[in-house]
């Protein structure tokens, strides 16, 4: 079988059986998990054969024309380089986990053969996104996953915050793709064509008039898929939906799908040296925000929702300094290590019977009763903090390396502005990382307080995917060597310099944050006795500890965080009784006067709802009173009108024949009459 037949099989197996699960779902449940789980597998075996048959040598390319257009044409096209098929076997091996998992973790939910289908139907569609050659096919694999994630994070449609969740997730990534869709006919109109090899020779050539105008028309596109600032607030929220969605969307599906396209397109925004000023602004101000943002969340979920965030700014700020390699090479270290972390976090809100920081830090013992997750997410988690030698420190020092090349001047297409902003910018994320990594560890994982709940062992299919992705996590890196065919020849290997940088801010992140938990650890276990104050106490007794003042109790966030994920009450054993007092949270010692606007995002739903919500809302209501009092108003007296003749005509027909002679009568005389007198008038003129 050739390599094209091959590559056309990879997302069409998961449509079939997208299909065929929704068609079989109610009529044969038992072919339910055997569709979602084999077709996706088999697609993930393909891809192997895909890439290694493709082995990182000159792209291959097929196509046949889908319909005359008259002027451009749209092609069914494949274009098969070495960012695209190992990308593929990322989607492919995250896919293949979360089915399986899933198949355990929502083993009683009725929704099921829904949810499966519709996560097969948005792996094929990434799929569509990652091995096309035209710009319009690809736009239909970009859309289809729009409408999968609505359905998605929306699983839960019962309760209020995923019907929101979803809505917004909708809304925020199409305003998006209104400039993403005009970029996209823009750049066809300037390149004659919609296929990604001519686009490109186009821009080798210069043969594009407005490089800059698409390039911002294009990225703000990427910015809402890829939830960069200012569109990147529907992610965290995005967490209403059940854990292994965001596990998919967050490592290897839609948020991955924006910063791919850049990669795939990467000379048409390099031709412009703006467009790459702005995307290293953008991918600075979202990679410190969202790692702010991360140590004052108390979800679970949350602080990997930002992390994401943060994540995907280095891929972008790696793309801002014209090295797709780096960006490509962390997009796959980090698809594999967050989709470890979120399925991990599904075994912890499983086991604990909640999504929050804060009640887990009042448990003694979790670690204990889920150590295939413990020690999973220990490996996921230093691969996220970039700590030697574990995937995420060669990929997150590939960015680093790319963007001090732009800094001092040897980057041929960035300028050195966007080098600055994206190493300055990275070091302090990486500090961060490490922060809000080791916060999550120690809260989840080293509780004090009441037992934590036993509930047996975690299911099979459930631990089983964890370990599977440990090791990519753990070895990826060290493969960069190996696999540097497939990313143009790019030898990615750190430098002294950057190391240092990089590895060191993680250093003094995590030990910084591990003093200030000891410091709140030791402040929580002296809360109770000082609490509440005794009968007679003085006024000056009642003054609470600082841990007590500073502290918010671990059954009131538990509570808050549960109402945000509808799945805790879902997936979980029955929720165990969090003991009051303050959590030891060191992200407030760490954030101090920040740390509230960092829990709230920075107020920016806020700033957008008075922006721009409120006005269009004013102005629907404004539309609303000028149709029903102005226009219907109209409408209304144009048929009044005939309404009241026809009443008077009515009047006159009584049904006496006698009437109606008389009338006629003395019509026919009022007739000869008038004749007789317009006679003489005319008569004597």
């Known amino acids: 079988m050739s390599t094209t037949t091959l590559a056309v099989l990879v997302p069409l197996l998961p449509f079939l059986g997208a299909v065929a699960g929704l068609l079989l ?14 077709p996706v597998l088999a697609s993930a075996v393909l891809a192997v054969l895909v890439a290694v048959r493709q082995g990182g040598g000159r792209p291959i390319t097929a196509s046949t024309e889908l319909t005359p257009t008259g002027s451009v044409p749209i092609d069914l096209s494949l274009y098969l380089n070495g960012f695209a098929v190992l990308v593929a076997v990322l989607v492919g091996l995250v896919a293949t986990c979360v089915q399986v998992y899933s198949t355990a973790y929502l083993r009683e939910d009725p929704r099921y053969p829904s ?35 609505y359905f998605l994070v929306g699983h839960y449609w019962e309760t209020e915050a995923a019907r929101s969740a979803s809505l917004k997730a909708f809304l925020v990534t199409k305003l998006g793709d209104v400039p993403f869709l005009i970029g996209l006919f823009a750049l066809a109109a300037d390149a004659g064509s919609f296929e990604i090899p001519k686009v490109l020779g186009t821009v080798a050539a210069g043969g594009l008039d407005h490089p800059t105008l698409i390039a911002l028309l294009l990225l703000a596109g990427v910015a809402g898929k890829s939830a960069q600032f200012p569109l990147h607030t529907w992610l965290p929220d995005a967490m209403a939906g059940p854990t292994p969605v965001s596990a998919l969307i967050h490592a290897a599906t839609m948020v991955a799908a924006g910063v791919y396209f850049v990669a795939r397109l990467l000379p048409v925004f390099a031709a412009s040296a703006a467009a790459l000023v702005v995307m290293a602004v953008m991918a600075a ?64 809100i499983h086991a604990a019977g909640t ?46 390396v790319a963007a001090e090349h732009a800094a001092t001047g040897h980057s041929e297409s960035a300028p050195s502005a966007a080098g600055w902003l994206v190493l300055v910018a990275g070091v302090l994320t990486a500090l961060l990382t490490a922060a809000y990594a080791t916060r999550l560890w120690l809260m989840a994982f080293r509780g004090r307080g009441a037992a ?17 992705l440990a090791v990519p996590s753990l070895g990826l890196g060290l493969a960069a060597g190996p696999i540097a065919d497939w990313f143009d020849g790019r030898e990615l290997t750190p430098t002294l310099t950057t190391s240092v940088l990089g590895t060191g801010a993680a250093v003094v992140g995590a030990v910084l ?42 059954a009131t966030a538990a509570a808050e965080s549960a109402a945000e994920t509808p799945e805790v009450a879902e997936v979980t054993h029955e929720h ?13 010692a760490l954030l101090g006067p920040l740390h509230r606007h960092a829990a709230d ?22 539309v609303r009173f000028l149709d029903r009092e102005v226009v219907d108003t109209y409408v209304s007296g144009a048929g009044a009108g005939p309404r009241l003749l026809g009443s008077l005509v009515r009047r006159a027909q009584t049904g006496n024949v006698q009437s109606y002679l008389s009338a006629l009568l003395a019509g026919a005389v009022v007739l000869a009459i008038a004749t007789a007198v317009l006679a003489n008038v005319n008569a004597g003129s």
């Open 452 to 468: 934590a709940p036993e509930h047996g062992k975690e299911p099979v299919a459930m631990t089983g995917v964890l370990w599977v």
């Open 601 to 622: 995002g920075f107020h920016l739903d806020a700033v957008y709802d008075r922006l721009f919500v409120r006005p269009v809302r004013a102005a629907a209501s404004l």
């Open 513 to 554: 944050t591990y003093a200030l938990w000891q410091r709140a650890t030791a402040k929580a276990a002296t809360a109770p006795a000082a609490a509440g104050p005794a009968p007679g106490a003085t006024a000056g007794a009642t003054e609470q500890p600082a841990a007590v003042a500073a502290g918010v109790s671990a």
């Open 115 to 149: 949810y499966a289908a519709l996560v097969s139907l948005f792996t094929s569609a990434m799929l569509l996104v990652v091995y096309t050659g035209d710009l319009m096919v690809l736009l239909v694999g970009w859309e289809v996953m729009g409408i999968c994630s």
């Open 285 to 348: 101000v979202t990679m410190v925000g969202s790692g702010l943002a991360a140590l004052a969340q108390d979800d679970i979920k949350r602080v990997l929702a930002y992390s994401t965030i943060g994540q995907l700014g280095y891929m972008t700020g790696a793309l801002a300094v014209g090295d797709r390699a780096a960006a490509v090479f962390h997009l796959l270290s980090h698809g594999v290590f967050k989709a470890l972390l979120f399925l991990g976090a599904g075994v912890i």
């Open 25 to 38: 779902g109610r009529r044969a449940p038992g072919f339910v998990r055997p569709l979602a789980v084999l």
């Open 355 to 400: 999504n929050s920081l804060a009640a887990m830090s009042r448990m003694d013992g979790l670690a204990k009763r889920i150590p295939d997750a413990f020690w999973t997410m220990t490996i996921a988690l230093l691969a996220l903090a970039a700590i030697p030698p574990f995937a995420g420190f060669f990929s997150k020092e590939a960015v680093l």
């Open 576 to 588: 165990p009784v969090v003991p009051a007092g303050p959590a030891p949270d060191p992200g407030r």
